[in-house]
């Protein structure tokens, strides 16, 4: 298998993909290079709308006008219209109301996750809480991922429940649990049917790429959903 498909109960009309390394190897700047390489896998309604990742808490509608637009999220109510995002330790996030009538894919890391993209997708969503469906796809894990005081205030200081995702390693250090941070995140808005986080990707070198693991050198997954 070439991919994953996410273990949620999302309606029949939600197609939902990541990749896994053997199946896709993100290296090029070009949209039409990263689209024939997926098209080999799967059965594309349209092009992706690819969206330029930069940890931010940017959402923008998936339209072809913003194509490689600066954002870390889109989402769409249009059938056929493809979010994708591209990770390689961060979080991939899946979003999707029950009536399969909205989607979205938003690209979670430390940063972002502090910065409020979860906040932002939801609000653009415009969807009740208990309507929506999560599914935390493949990051680094909680026994891989060691971060300083920076990443700890940023969100200690936000919310303190926040402490329970740190475990201390070193003096100012902690190993930070992502799904568990963005599970924070997505119950303070009311949400509570989440899915996944059963990956490592810094562990799963035979799955999975590794930012950290492989010291940069890497490609990315792509993880990308529509409404068929």
Known sequence: MNYIIPNWPAPSSIRAYTTLRTGFDERSEKPEIKNKALSGLFSLPSAPIWIKQVHSNTVIEAIPAHLAHIADASFTDTPNRICVILTADCLPIFVCNK????????????????????????????????????????????????VGLDVYQAFTQHDTHAEQAFTPCAPNKWLANLYQLAALRLKSLGITQIYGGDFCTYSQPEMFFSYRRDKGDTGRMASLIWIA
């Open 99 to 146: 009536q399969g009538t909205q989607v979205a894919a938003i690209h979670a890391g430390w940063r972002g996750l502090a910065a409020g993209i979860i906040e932002n997708t939801i609000k653009q969503m415009q969807q009740p809480s208990d309507e929506l469906l999560i599914w935390l796809g493949p990051a680094i894990g909680p026994s891989r991922f060691e």
